[in-house]
């Protein structure tokens, strides 16, 4: 594949995966393989999809923050503690063989999929918050170890986020998305640092593949925001649909 043909494949896969990462979650489960597909190691694949990660989240942070949805500090609490398993994940991810960096990966599509297909009961919708106390302890405990595995390999981990903070502290979608990306910014720019200093960095995929996914989610983030609670969950079902079907299927 020529220079042109393989940057224009980054950004267009980019553009869906900053959306679907900022109204669900899965996007890694599509740019993680592309990027291996044109040839990079697993584990400079994997650390070149933390550009992008921590892209799209900024993108996705400032476009809730300018339709004023935040729940400022406790991003930041779950960010710290998030960013501090993330040490641990990518620590563990750079001294893996790239063979069984492959398998895992499978197996965590899998394990994906069949959480896809058990998770029947829908987010809850217009609950108190329980942002602080024991609820806010429960999260940080909780965070620290989505950090390990957002730190490790990350795919799929958003759809995992938005549940425990929908479940645990009652956010809305809309804000659950909010709160989200702005951690998931928070660690994975932890993350992208460990993998750089590493030298399992591909700067130029990464960053084409970061053009993409900016601007889905900016773009993803104040529509959801315009459409409500109500389209945020018809885009996860959708995501999870296709997330289901790639795994099954291909």
Request: proline share 2%; hydrophobic share 60%.
């Amino acid at each position: 594949m020529d220079e042109i043909s393989e940057g224009l494949l980054l950004i267009v896969v980019g553009f869906f995966a900053g959306i679907i990462n900022t109204l669900a979650g899965g996007g890694s489960l599509f740019t993680l393989p592309v990027l291996i597909f044109l040839g990079l190691p697993p584990s400079v694949a994997n650390g070149t999809n933390r550009i992008a990660i921590v892209v799209q989240s900024l993108g996705g942070t400032l476009g809730y923050q300018s339709k004023k949805i935040s729940t400022f500090p406790f991003p930041i609490y779950l960010g710290v503690s998030a960013s501090a398993g993330a040490v641990i994940g990518a620590q563990i991810a750079l001294q893996l063989d790239g063979a069984i960096f492959n398998r895992i990966l499978a197996v965590i599509m899998l394990i994906v999929g069949f959480l896809i297909l058990l998770r029947q009961k829908p987010l809850s919708l217009n609950l108190t918050e329980r942002l602080t106390g024991k609820y806010l302890m429960y999260a940080i405990l909780g965070f620290f170890i989505i950090g390990i595995y957002g730190g490790f390999i990350n795919a799929g981990i958003g759809i995992v986020i938005m549940i425990f903070l929908n479940r645990l502290n009652h956010l809305s979608l809309v804000k659950t998305n909010a709160t989200k990306v702005m951690v998931v910014m928070i660690y994975s720019a932890v993350a992208l640092a460990l993998f750089a200093i590493d030298g399992a960095v591909d700067w130029k995929l990464g960053l084409l593949m970061a053009l993409g996914t900016l601007f889905g989610a900016w773009w993803a983030s104040r529509w959801s925001v315009k459409k409500g609670d109500r389209v945020i969950r018809i885009a996860m079902l959708i995501t999870l649909f296709i997330m289901s079907v790639k795994l099954w299927f291909f």
